[in-house]
């Protein structure tokens, strides 16, 4: 089989610039009996390039990057025949956790090659493509202004969540939010909401799963948790798994929404990992089994 791999010269620190790297990557799929063709190529580069392969006559497309840059090549693939395989180069690496692809990229490369293409959920966000979760709110200022967490352990990532939401949550403005679903709507104050393809299941950690990724839903979840005490509840309910028990987490569960806020044309938005300014109103819409990618036949250990 032969397999085309397009990697973001800039993500995992650069990791694949070496070539020794790329050599050793190329390995892992003719020692096994297949050729791979290996593209690292920067940034700027990376929808051209991934427009010229996608309708190669490829096995499959395997793209290396973080979750926005997996979600650039989904944009591009959806409705297609070709296949995305996701090679884990990022911070959190959310589509290749809900894959249980394994975040050493040797192990996933050896993964995508016995996998079996399934047809997932897609998320639009106006003209946006959503795989993961698109937030608003404090959450992408905060993002953006971060350090990286690359190398950092679940309890050091986890101590400095709280301290950074005590620190700008509680100084970013509320949100005066509506939402029109199912021929309702929806009127919240809120520091921070969340929309999903699919339903996210609680557990603990910084990581939450998701209980399906073809589901033909969306979820959104609203938090009214505004004092600097509710936020420090709903962190503490984040990492504990308990969040959804709280009274101030309001949770939706559609096809279609309508999202606007009141005396807002735009507001700062984080899809999977990328900030943008999105318009409003805007029209959040699931495509079900819209994507075809590699999932393993055998789980990530």
Known sequence: MNFEVVIN??????????MEMQNRLRRVFTDRGHTA?????????????LQRLAHSDSS?????????TITSAASLLRDTETALGVLPL???????????????PFEAAAQLIDSTPIEIDILTVNDECCLCATVIGFYPALAKSRAEFHGRSWWAKSIRIIREILTVA?????LDLEITAN???????????????????????????????SSGELSAYVSEHLSRTQMLSAAWGYLT??????DEMKRIAATEITLNVRRRKCIPTMIDGE??????PCKLKIHPRALKVLRPNQPAR
């Open 37 to 49: 063709g290996i593209h690292i190529v920067p940034p700027a580069d990376l929808d051209k390039t």
């Open 241 to 246: 798994g308990t969040l959804f028990d709280t």
């Open 60 to 68: 499959a497309l395997i793209v290396g990057g973080g979750d926005g």
């Open 90 to 104: 990022g911070t959190f690496n959310l589509e290749a956790r809900d894959l249980n692809i394994h975040l050493d």
């Open 170 to 174: 509680v100084s970013s403005p509320a």
């Open 183 to 213: 021929g309702e709507t929806l009127r919240s104050k809120t520091r921070l909401a969340a929309f999903a393809p699919g339903h996210y299941i609680e557990s603990a950690g910084i990581i939450p799963d998701r209980d399906s990724l």
């Open 9 to 18: 010269k800039e993500s995992g620190s650069g990791f694949f610039r070496d």
């Open 275 to 280: 900030i943008l300014s999105m318009e409003l």
